[in-house]
């Protein structure tokens, strides 16, 4: 049993590394979201090696569906802000161009 | 040596490593789908860790996983639903996890259960494991449903009609 669990560990271990690895690397939020969900999994099974389920339990609700939905969400909502602030620009460029040109 | 902590190193080793790989590469419908099948591995690795410890308890670990992850897939799915009706299924990973994540799940899951089942014998602990396996297989459904590129093709037809 001993040996099988630090090669459980030791297997865990570098999946949270590659998984972490691959989050920092990833530039696009939305492309992030889904590392991120895999690397909240690799912290679950890891914990639940290192006989703490309580914890992995928690971290399987967080990592596998609260961070993405939050990261989604967030990206939408900027996304969406910035649409409607370019709208409002150019607005103002065309009313502010066309008040040039009654002055003229 | 614990024959169910060695299955769950190898299901770890050659499940769950690929799928790290494919949700780090590659175009979002593919991202999405190795995060689905991660998912799946993730829980019937839990479930043998729970017999290899001989902690039925858990077990629950599992369970949740198995409410959970099909939840975080839709969570995509609805989300990223422009992203993904935009572009078709071009690419190779995507188009054979789109065509074999049901039957994969149909094989797999029971492959792990049904010695679980016959490990743990009759009673409450057989039970949940039964209703995991269903929940695995169902929740598999559902979200490959969600995400298939079958259905987006089938609304760009529509929508050229």
């Given at each position: 049993?001993?040996?099988?669990?630090?090669?459980?560990?030791?297997?865990?271990?570098?999946?949270?590394?590659?998984?972490?690895?691959?989050?920092?690397?990833?530039?696009?939020?939305?492309?992030?979201?889904?590392?991120?969900?895999?690397?909240?999994?690799?912290?679950?099974?890891?914990?639940?090696?290192?006989?703490?389920?309580?914890?992995?339990?928690?971290?399987?609700?967080?990592?596998?569906?609260?961070?993405?939905?939050?990261?989604?969400?967030?990206?939408?909502?900027?996304?969406?802000?910035?649409?409607?602030?370019?709208?409002?620009?150019?607005?103002?460029?065309?009313?502010?161009?066309?008040?040039?040109?009654?002055?003229? | 040596?614990?024959?169910?902590?060695?299955?769950?190193?190898?299901?770890?080793?050659v499940g769950f490593a690929p799928t790290v790989w494919g949700a780090a590469s590659g175009p979002v419908r593919r991202r999405i789908m190795?995060?689905?099948?991660?998912?799946?591995?993730?829980?019937?690795?839990?479930?043998?860790?729970?017999?290899?410890?001989?902690?039925?308890?858990?077990?629950?670990?599992?369970?949740?996983?198995a409410v959970l992850g099909p939840a975080g897939t839709l969570v995509y799915a609805r989300l990223l639903a422009d992203e993904l009706a935009?572009?078709?299924?071009?690419?190779?990973?995507?188009?054979?996890?789109?065509?074999?994540?049901?039957?994969?799940?149909?094989?797999?899951?029971?492959?792990?259960?049904?010695?679980?089942?016959?490990?743990?014998?009759?009673?409450?602990?057989?039970?949940?494991?039964?209703?995991?396996?269903?929940?695995?297989?169902?929740?598999?459904?559902?979200?490959?449903?969600?995400?298939?590129?079958?259905?987006?093709?089938?609304?760009?037809?529509?929508?050229?009609?």
């Amino acid at each position: 049993m001993r040996p099988m669990n630090d090669v459980l560990i030791v297997l865990a271990l570098a999946l949270v590394a590659a998984a972490a690895t691959a989050a920092v690397l990833a530039r696009d939020p939305v492309r992030q979201s889904t590392v991120l969900a895999l690397l909240g999994l690799a912290l679950a099974l890891l914990f639940a090696i290192l006989q703490a389920p309580d914890v992995a339990l928690s971290q399987l609700a967080v990592g596998s569906v609260l961070t993405p939905l939050m990261l989604l969400l967030s990206v939408r909502k900027v996304r969406r802000k910035g649409r409607a602030d370019g709208r409002a620009d150019d607005r103002e460029q065309e009313t502010g161009s066309a008040g040039e040109g009654e002055r003229r | 040596m614990n024959g169910w902590l060695l299955a769950a190193a190898l299901l770890l080793l050659v499940g769950f490593a690929p799928t790290v790989w494919g949700a780090a590469s590659g175009p979002v419908r593919r991202r999405i789908m190795a995060q689905n099948l991660a998912t799946l591995v993730a829980c019937l690795a839990v479930l043998l860790l729970a017999q290899g410890y001989a902690r039925p308890s858990y077990a629950d670990l599992g369970l949740v996983l198995a409410v959970l992850g099909p939840a975080g897939t839709l969570v995509y799915a609805r989300l990223l639903a422009d992203e993904l009706a935009g572009q078709p299924v071009r690419d190779r990973v995507a188009r054979g996890l789109d065509r074999a994540m049901t039957p994969l799940a149909a094989l797999a899951v029971p492959l792990v259960v049904v010695p679980l089942c016959v490990a743990a014998g009759p009673g409450r602990a057989m039970v949940k494991l039964l209703v995991i396996g269903v929940l695995l297989v169902g929740g598999n459904i559902v979200s490959s449903r969600a995400l298939s590129g079958r259905r987006a093709g089938e609304k760009a037809g529509a929508a050229d009609e």
